[in-house]
């Protein structure tokens, strides 16, 4: 066996791009540590914005489909895991709906609106 490295005993492994790949991945990681803090940063203060947070970010992936091609079936598997946010967008989903099991499972205030009673 052959190394490309004569003077090394083992493969040289590790990013293909070399010090530009590792300038570019930060560049990345850093651009993306503003969404994440605001993602994180969001508050649930209402059930009426838990219930739009909920309909707005799906459950689970919209991209994954079983496609028939004839008698052959092409499977898309879901795509949303590569989103570098996938983690942030999740958790908020996961924060409204615990907040509208929460408030669910409360009981309710008596209205201000009842019939008075007689004197």
């Given at each position: 066996m052959t190394y490309p490295y004569p003077s090394l005993p083992f493969p040289r492994v590790g990013n293909p791009l070399g010090w530009l790949g590792l300038v570019l991945n930060s560049i990345f990681r850093s651009a993306l540590k503003w969404p994440r803090?605001?993602?994180?940063?969001?508050?649930?203060?209402?059930?009426?914005?838990?219930?739009?947070?909920?309909?707005?970010?799906?459950?689970?992936?919209?991209?994954e489909r079983d496609i028939r091609l004839g008698s052959r079936t092409v499977h898309i598997p879901a795509l949303c895991r590569i989103n570098p946010l996938y983690e942030e967008i999740i958790a908020l989903r996961l924060r409204a709906a615990a907040y509208l099991a929460e408030a669910a499972a409360q009981p309710q205030p008596p209205s201000s609106q009842e019939i008075p009673s007689c004197p």
């Open positions: 803090r605001w993602l994180n940063s969001i508050e649930i203060r209402g059930s009426r914005q838990a219930r739009w947070i909920c309909r707005l970010i799906p459950a689970s992936c919209p991209f």
